[in-house]
């Protein structure tokens, strides 16, 4: 039977491949012609513990979510039935290798089938050895879904030729070609969901996740310089940027500590470079008082802050979004800063884009909240989110030398402003002296021994800039029609759920629409008629306590009336949303919204 989507999964031990091979096979399948999103799972440890890599399909549509259901799962070891039997659908297929045929009875007796197959064996008939038994599955699997072997021909040559050379590379293809033979001879008709042929070119699409995506955006931006300590999620960022730092002109450095990395950052941004850093919520909670420094200096800088559970340690290799207030109240004092929240990897270039504009228009922090899920996140995108010939670069108000040879008198770094926004001269231009520190200054930028006067003047102008940039933030997207009964609203990366979710209700006939925030602080003011229209309101988000219902409740005074979260570190699904909602009696009671 012909299906429009599924879900395969990889599951096994940490050291087995699980991660590698299931990225191979993705992107194998997205140069097929079909739309991939990918998520995956694993446990913060060095070796052993749990892994899963899962890959959405789709031959009809893009897929922007994960799901709760599996219909083909390869099981590389024993735990992988126990953890995932629950997962799968009616008549879903476990893979298992020989070893693990005494698990057969308990898979059929989860209401799927298992079928087993000598994956060792397979590849070291076929020339190869017993690692390359995730190439055996993996060729089996492609039979199973109805995939031909040429795209995953060409990701091995790639994989396996560039690092370890064509012998290598041959080895794992005959062993992927004896795996597909496998299951064509033995398995016809065993799995239902075989894919139709594709429909959309994969080689115009980019499968990318959202760390790459942001850093891809951060490039088109102008950034030329990133310090970073290295802590997942954030890490990927850092290093792939690192890795196209001298193709671009960036300089890179890994600091010593998460301090040090912001005051690097810090330090590039008042010489003129667009700057950024990147870390997660410890990191993050070592850095608020340099994020401060940039506040009373007005230093322009981006902060990536890639939330993970916490407090302290948590659960660093999960997902969560338990870090947005933190985020808009780091650091002692008031001052301006921006919070931006990107919800997919198409917004993640965006906000890549646009996060360097507003530092540089402002004077302020930027800092940009992901977390675990959407950075490693992969999904087909079409290459037109990425034009880089639509970026235009914003650089704020600079004096020009001429404008500074010009100036009556000396120049003021801190001049106070009608916008509050200061114009910038480059460090050593002749003319421009400058000073700045962490303490209150007067205009020019030298200590004030607390005069009253001046601390309201200095005070006053830099919260100012903060009004201006409340009226440049976007409203949320609206998704569904505009005039519904139950509107879910959410922020960041549950985006794709949120959708996903708001398409089942109304396909079940309930009125729903979803309202999706990336401009989270300063609180959008065209939010708030969005928000005045809603007539049932249910926040959804990734944390314990409802942090962005409160910032609602605060910034409009409207209070939600359901709130959904999820902290167990995993990422919010369609599924989830609608499971909750039955809970409550939101959905499956449609008269009561």
């Known amino acids: 039977m012909s299906a429009t989507e599924l879900t395969l999964k990889l599951a096994g031990e940490a050291g087995q491949g699980v991660e590698s091979s299931g990225a191979g096979f993705a992107r194998a399948l997205h140069r097929a012609g079909l739309h991939v999103f990918t998520w995956s799972d694993y446990m913060s440890r060095i070796r052993g513990g749990h892994n899963s890599f899962a890959i959405r399909l789709s031959a009809q549509g893009p897929v922007a979510a994960p799901t709760d259901r ?6 590389f070891d024993e735990a992988s039935v126990d953890a995932h039997l629950s997962e799968m659908e009616p008549g879903g297929v476990f893979l298992l290798d020989e070893p693990l045929a005494k698990l057969a009875p308990k898979v059929e007796g989860g209401g799927a089938q298992a079928l087993v197959a000598p994956f060792t064996r397979l590849a070291e008939e076929a020339g190869g050895n017993k690692v390359m038994a995730n190439t055996t599955a993996l060729g089996m699997a492609a039979a199973l879904i109805g995939v031909g072997l040429e795209t995953i021909e060409e990701v091995i040559r790639e994989n396996f030729g560039r690092r370890k050379g064509s012998g290598v590379a041959e080895a794992n293809l005959r062993v992927a070609h004896a795996g597909y033979a496998f299951a064509r001879e033995n398995w016809q008709g065993r799995f239902r969901w075989t894919l139709p042929a594709a429909r959309v070119d994969g080689r115009r699409a980019i499968l990318i996740n959202g760390n790459q995506a942001l850093g891809l955006g951060a490039l088109a931006g102008g950034c030329r310089f990133i310090a970073a300590y290295p802590m997942t999620p954030a890490s990927s960022l850092y290093e792939w ?16 500590d998460e301090i040090a990395a912001i005051a690097m950052a810090i330090g590039a941004g008042y010489a003129g470079v667009r700057a950024m850093t990147a870390t997660s919520g410890g990191g993050f909670s070592l850095m608020v008082e340099a994020l401060g420094l940039a506040g009373m200096a007005e230093v322009p800088v981006v902060v990536v802050l890639a939330q993970r559970p916490g407090p302290s340690t948590g659960m660093p290799t999960r997902t969560g979004q338990g870090d947005l207030l933190f985020s808009l109240h780091a650091s002692q004092g008031e001052f301006p800063r921006i919070v931006l929240a990107p919800g997919s990897q198409e917004e993640c270039y965006e906000v890549g884009v646009r996060a360097f504009n507003l530092a540089e228009r402002y004077q302020c922090p930027v800092i940009v909240l992901t977390d675990g899920f959407l950075a490693s996140s992969f999904k087909t995108s079409p290459e037109a989110s990425f034009d880089i010939t639509g970026v235009a670069i914003d650089r704020g108000e600079w004096l020009s030398a001429d404008e500074v040879k010009s100036l009556q008198g000396p120049y003021a770094r801190y001049k106070l402003t009608p916008s509050g926004i200061s114009p910038r001269a480059l460090p050593g231009l002749p003319g421009a002296v400058q000073m700045a520190c962490s303490d209150e200054h007067t205009e020019l930028g030298h200590f004030e021994d607390e005069d009253a006067d001046n601390r309201i003047a200095q005070q006053s102008k830099r919260m100012r800039k903060l009004e201006a940039a409340r009226a440049e933030m976007r409203p949320p997207e609206r998704y569904g029609p505009e005039e519904a009964e139950m509107t879910l609203v959410g922020w960041g990366s549950s985006k794709g759920a949120l959708y996903e979710a708001v398409d089942r209700l109304v396909a079940e006939g309930v009125s729903a629409n979803a309202l999706h925030f990336v401009d989270i602080y300063p609180f959008p003011q065209a939010a708030v008629q969005a928000i005045e229209g809603v007539r049932y309101m249910v926040v959804v988000e990734g944390n314990y306590t409802g942090q962005f219902a409160r910032l609602l409740r605060a910034e409009t005074g409207r209070k939600a009336d359901e709130i959904i979260t999820r ?27």
Request: aromatic share 4%; net charge positive.
């Open 70 to 75: 599996v219909h083909l799962l390869l099981a």
């Open 241 to 256: 940027l690192t890795a196209q730092a001298n193709r671009y002109g960036v300089v890179s450095k890994q600091a010593e």
């Open 567 to 593: 902290d167990d570190g995993r990422p919010i699904t369609p599924g989830y949303i609608l499971s909750r909602l039955e809970r409550v009696a939101v959905h499956a009671g449609r008269e009561a919204v």
